[in-house]
């Protein structure tokens, strides 16, 4: 059948009768062919856990993967690790990361890792009973032996009397296949609902 497109397309391979009407974006996105779509992979919810481990990550289906996750009463800062062993272990070395803090104190600064046990932190909250955060993170090629793995992020939390908020990014350097994931605090424990997502790419003819 015939799609509708929004705008001009000079090159348009597929015969068009115009705008997408909503019976065309139900039958592409049934199909999976709906650029930026996503499928929820897996959601997961612990309490007072020192990991949340996602281990069927689709990898070989999608090159984007989106991570959400809202957390309470973590005991440090929620670090992201990869595994390329389908999380019988995680990498512990050789990342490189760097992002900005900001604070409401007026704080603003950078922090960044010179020997990274993870690829970058993924939220900030506090001990408090109140204290909360939440975050979001794009991770980029996973599933590509030829590429490296990239992380980009953004947090936000409230510990005790200060709202911090954090973004930037981190780098796996070694060209290879990431097929788990794990979130975890540098130390203690923590509480909180993580879902994964892939991510559609936009359909070609």
Known sequence: MPYGYLGTQPNQTVKNTGVLSVTDVAELQSQGKLGGS??????????SASALDFIDIKENVY????????????????SIRLSNDNGISFLSSGYNWAQQEGQTG????????????????FALAGTGANDS??????????GNS????FVT??????????????????????????N?????????????????YGVKQIWVT
């Open 38 to 47: 996503l499928e929820l992979i897996e959601e997961q919810t612990v309490s």
């Open 63 to 78: 090159d984007i993967h989106y991570l959400v996750g809202g957390f309470t009463q973590q005991s440090d800062n929620i």
């Open 106 to 121: 007026g704080i603003f600064g950078e922090l960044k890792a010179g020997t990274p046990t993870h690829i970058g932190y």
């Open 133 to 142: 955060g939440n975050a979001y993170c794009y991770l980029y090629n996973l």
């Open 146 to 149: 030829a590429k490296y793995s």
């Open 153 to 178: 992020n953004l947090s936000i939390g409230w510990a005790s009397t200060v709202g911090r908020m954090t973004f930037g990014g981190g780098v796996q350097p070694t060209a290879q296949i990431i």
């Open 180 to 196: 788990a994931i794990r979130i975890n605090p540098n130390s203690g424990t923590f509480s909180g609902t993580v879902k994964l």
